[in-house]
């Protein structure tokens, strides 16, 4: 019998293969033009459109980029776009990301513009990027809550993860594997698209096995994970009708780290994630009208399931002062099964009206379903053995949300060199426990029927100019809303032996945001940079319970963490971000970099130091080396961060200032530089370091090479 890893590199080897074969009677690969001058984009005006000319702050990884990475995590293909940082909740293989301090619960997620919810997500962390990298064409990250057109479902940003469908001619591909030697381990993976006649068409795979991370003080214990994803689309063209299937997949194997200072309050802890999978089927419609008008109409649909098995096991001795009894030891287990249903469904329309307006308009429906079903076993003993309680609890939980919303955007170029955008989307929000119950030794409890309701309007509204030489104003103000998921609304959640409550209570976030930018683009200079400020309240929080109704009577204590949901803070940051390059020498200087403060206001607490680094950036020299054999590119580069104080937990935490030395290199040659080396040589003075967002520490010096073959 194949095992599991054994199939799944049985699949990729018979891709290559299949591949390999055919490109030996194709084309040789099309060379095409990614600078800033052609690259377009979708995300901010739901309709393809020059990034030059976009009214928000959005910034694009291309495909050859991410042919380039070498990184363990797409996470980390993003981790230098001003604003953006990245976090891992100490879960090595579900790596999510930040944007202008928000955390990654407030960034939406999007394939090919359909939305990646997850209702088991806490107050600060989400799915994570379950996305098969070897599909994308590349990713479009817009800062702020710029996704009137979308959905807004986000505070700190959107990111829009844009596949490849077909090519321009019938068989183009590429075949990579890259080993990291800070984790030991291997990621490989195969694509193959393009178009004949009518018809597109893609199919891809990849598989990563990684090993426990490589640190100055040595590889570190269930560090290590696994994933594996595959994808297909199939388009067709009738005049002036394109009808689009999507098939993806993507499934991770993780396991959290605990440092060794958290270890000693535990005799005995894990958690480890056998299975967090992402499976979607999407269909996509678009019409070129073509009329004075109406000019397009696009239509979406798409079902996704997030599946996840979780298990924590926890043991702690507690002292407990008597005559008879001077510790009690408590150990508990608990394994949850999860599964999350989604279907959606859009339809917009694009007009062009009189006096330079563009118009779109749409509506959008989506059902999120999720279903629970967790086991919990927990033992009390004492060491004098006088003492021996064991309970067992088995709880099924089941709850939807629905939400319909009308959205519409209008750009009026109202003069020659001035563009005014303008959006708006209503939501009706709908959420209701459908089952709620539980069986243990004290009896059998069941509750259901609860529900929530909310509607909001949201806006965004933009302004351009463009009468300067090489320059580009713009101003722009958006609204972000967050409305609660179903675990944060109804669902009762134990980790790590402590349990937090939902509240049917709580309110949507919301935040207004205000930014100010310019780009840049002369004298062999090419610059992007804005200034932003965001107000937003009603942050949802877990607090520690003290005997509330939601949470059935219980209070936090030594013996037992209780906690509830409620809405009780709030932020305002300001920032700068900016991005620069010159190419009038040989070697071109650049840097990328985000100024920022944040201040949070809570019940009891407002305070400036809230764990988020004030200044966090990339500076570094590029060089292509142009020879008859091969083109060679060099980047020497700093990646840093300054330090950063947390005053708004329980106890203050101190994170370090860093900065870091690296070294990548990329080499194409053969037939139509059709062959690719990449290297990369990171943190070479092999610094001991760990960034403000992310629980696990850092790798030290490591080495990371791959080889693609691009037909």
Known sequence: MVSRTGQHALLLSTLALCVAGAASAADPHARHDTSDNHTLIVTANRSESSLWESPATIQVIDRQTLQNSTSVSIADDLQDIPGVEVTDNALAGRKQIRIRGEASSRVLILIDGQVVSYHRAGQNYGAGLLINESALERIEVVKGPWSVLYGSQAIGGVVNFITKKGGDKPLAGSVKAVYNSATAGWEESAAAWGSIGNFDYRINGSYADQGNRDTPDGRLPDTNFRNDGQGLWLGYHLDRHKFGLSLDRYNTVTRTWLSPKDSQDFDEFSVKIPKLEREKIGLFYDFDAGGDSLKAIHLDAWEQTIERKFENQVKTTQPIPGPLIQALTVS????????????????????????????????????????????????????????????????????????????????W????????????????????????????????????????????????????????????????????????????????????????????????????????????????????????????????????????????????????????????????????????????????????GNLIRRQYEGDTLKTWDTGEPALTGRAGLKHTLLLNAANVTSDLFVRAASRAKDRTGSKETNYAGWATLNLAFNAEFGPQDQYQVNLALNNLTNKRYQTAHESIPAAGLNAAVGFAWNF
């Open 332 to 411: 508990s287990q608990t394994r949850t099964n999860d599964k999350q249903y989604t279907q959606g469904v859009t339809l917009q329309s694009n007009f062009s009206l009189p006096a330079n307006n563009a118009l779109i308009i749409g509506t959008q429906y989506q059902h999120d379903k999720v279903k629970q079903a967790t086991r919990t076993q927990s033992r009390q003993t004492a060491a004098s053995g006088l003492f021996d309680r064991q309970t067992t609890t088995l709880s099924h939980t089941g709850a939807g949300q629905s939400n319909v919303s009308l959205f519409a955007q209008n750009e």
């Open 413 to 592: 170029r109202f003069a020659d060199s001035w563009t005014w955008t303008l959006g708006a989307r209503q939501y009706w929000l709908s959420s209701k426990l459908d089952r709620s119950d539980s069986q243990s030794s004290a009896g059998w409890q069941s509750a259901g029927g609860r529900s929530a309701h909310d509607d909001a309007l949201v806006t965004s509204s933009s302004l351009r100019y463009s009468g300067f030489d090489n320059l580009e104003l713009r101003a722009a103000y958006a609204q972000g809303y967050v409305f609660p998921t179903l675990a944060q609304l109804f669902m009762q959640t134990s980790a790590g032996g402590s349990v937090t409550w939902g509240n049917s209570g709580l309110k949507a976030e919301r935040s207004n945001n205000y930014e100010l930018g310019a780009r840049y683009k002369g004298n062999l200079w090419l610059v992007d940079g804005a200034v932003y400020y965001s107000e937003a309240k009603d942050y949802i929080a877990s607090l520690a319970c003290s005997g509330q109704p939601v949470c059935n009577g219980n209070s936090a204590s030594s013996r037992g963490g209780y906690y509830y949901y409620d809405n009780i803070n709030r932020a305002r940051s300001w920032g700068m971000e900016l991005s620069a390059e010159y190419n009038g020498w040989a070697v071109s200087p650049y840097l990328s």
